[in-house]
């Protein structure tokens, strides 16, 4: 309950946004979209930049596969400039082959963590069946592909990190709106990543809150005013823990989680942002009520 007493007020500020006469906000042109994707149990975010580039990041689990290939579909995307798998996952990278066979890719940025699974085996004959070109990000790296943004890999695979220690970080600023999105790193690597400028206006909390990640210390820093949660409402492994979620009231973040309000829309034009839920937060209860 906690939770849905945080986000109403930001649901009630989106509406009024969505209402205001455009001589109050001005020119809004052009815009980026933030896709977070209702995968269940994983991670799945499209960026559709200022410029008109389409940036598919992870997939979810297999079959989250079919559903992320018909969002894309709906959102009129019929080429993927760039797609981004931020570890070898099955929660991550399951759903790719399904997208990869049926909707062009121009390019891939990949962690470069190597895994032994059928599932990342078959990422991997996918990708070559395809011919699509693989760069592996390294930390510092840019990522260049609109000129509207500057995207930056803050964490990537080296030495002897684990999957999710491996995860790609990226931190995409469009003018004075920051998106900071975690995948699955861990406390380890967010010691490391507070001696960049981290904070962000927008972040994707990391391994869908689990017990692994999202420190005080880390939060403080971030200082986000949106907080994603992706996970699946009946998961096996106890996402989101309460630390976490106690962690995010303590920096006065509003909390979205894909496991209540279904896939979740951001647009911005650099200088401001409203959120879009697909369903409200009562959604279940409604459900459970009829």
Excluded at 2 to 24: D, E, N, T, W, Y
Excluded at 97 to 115: A, F, Q, R, T, Y
Excluded at 133 to 146: F, L, N, R, S, Y
């Amino acid at each position: 309950m906690h939770m849905r007493k945080k986000q109403l007020p930001a649901i009630i500020l989106c509406l009024l946004f969505l209402m205001a006469p455009s001589h109050v906000l001005g020119e809004r042109m052009p815009e980026m979209l933030v896709h977070f994707i209702d995968v269940g149990q994983g991670d799945s975010i499209l960026v559709q930049t200022p410029a008109g580039k389409n940036i598919l990041i992870d997939a979810g689990p297999p079959d989250a596969g079919e559903k992320v290939t018909s969002y894309l579909r709906d959102q009129q995307v019929g080429k993927i400039d760039l797609l981004v798998a931020t570890h070898p996952d099955i929660d991550h990278i399951g759903g790719l082959p399904n997208v990869i066979n049926s909707i062009k890719v121009e390019k891939i940025l990949d962690s470069g963590k190597l895994h032994t699974t059928k599932t990342y085996a078959k990422y991997i004959r996918t990708v070559r069946k395809h011919d699509i070109p693989v760069t592996i990000a390294k930390q510092g790296d840019e990522v260049k592909i609109d000129p509207n943004l500057d995207i930056r890999v803050l964490n990537s695979h080296a030495g002897f990190k684990s999957n999710n220690q491996s995860s790609i970080v990226l931190k995409i600023t469009y003018g004075k709106i920051d998106f900071l999105l975690t995948s699955d790193v861990e406390k380890s690597q967010e010691k490391n990543l507070v001696k960049e400028n981290v904070e962000a206006e927008i972040m994707k909390v990391a391994h869908h809150g689990s017990k692994t990640s999202s420190s005080l210390e880390f939060l403080k820093e971030v200082n986000p005013e949106a907080a994603i949660l992706t996970y699946h409402a009946e998961n096996d492994f106890g996402h989101p823990v309460d630390r976490v979620i106690s962690n995010l009231h303590k920096v006065n973040a509003d909390i979205y989680s894909t496991a209540m309000f279904g896939d979740v829309v951001i647009t911005t034009n650099g200088e401001d942002y409203f959120l879009l839920p697909e369903r409200n937060p009562f959604h279940n209860l409604e459900m459970d009520a009829s």
